[in-house]
C-alpha cells in the first residue's frame, strides 16, 4: 500500500529525496516513520512525523542532515537526505504508524512500504 520511491546510487557528500506514497486511509490519521536496514541487520529508526508534522524526531545519525516532512494533500511523505555518507547506504523503507503520534519502534509500524534502495559511493 506504501509506496517508497527515489533511492538510487550518489556519491558521498550528495543529496536523494525519498517520496513514500499511500492511499488516505493509509496517512490521513497516521504518523508516519522511516527506516533502513543493511544484510544481516536489524531494521532501523532514521525519522517520524506525527500525523500534523507538529512532532519529529531523528536518529542521531542523521540529525542535521536529514529532514522528514510531508504533504498530507497529497498523501505523501518526503525525507530530504544530504551529505550522505557510505554508511547510510541500505534499503529504505516507509512505514505508516497506528496512531496520529509515534515512537522510533519498528513494532509501532503496521504499514510497510516496499523499500527504495539508497547506494552511497566514496
Known amino acids: 500500500q506504501l509506496q517508497a520511491s527515489g533511492g538510487g546510487l550518489v556519491q558521498a557528500g550528495g543529496s536523494l529525496r525519498l517520496s513514500c506514497a499511500a492511499p488516505k486511509r493509509t496517512f490521513s490519521n497516521n504518523a508516519v516513520g522511516w527506516f533502513r536496514q543493511t544484510p544481516g541487520k536489524e531494521r532501523e529508526f532514521v525519522a517520524r512525523?506525527?500525523?500534523?508534522?507538529?512532532?519529529?524526531n531523528y536518529a542521531d545519525a542523521v540529525k542535521g542532515r536529514f529532514t522528514i516532512s510531508r504533504d498530507n494533500a497529497k498523501n505523501t511523505v518526503y525525507l530530504q537526505m544530504n551529505s550522505l555518507k557510505p554508511e547510510d547506504t541500505a534499503v529504505y523503507y516507509c512505514a505508516s504508524a497506528r496512531g496520529m503520534y509515534s515512537d522510533d519502534s519498528v513494532t509501532s509500524y503496521n504499514y510497510w512500504g516496499q523499500g527504495t534502495q539508497v547506494t552511497v559511493s566514496s
Open positions: 512525523i506525527s500525523r500534523s508534522g507538529d512532532s519529529i
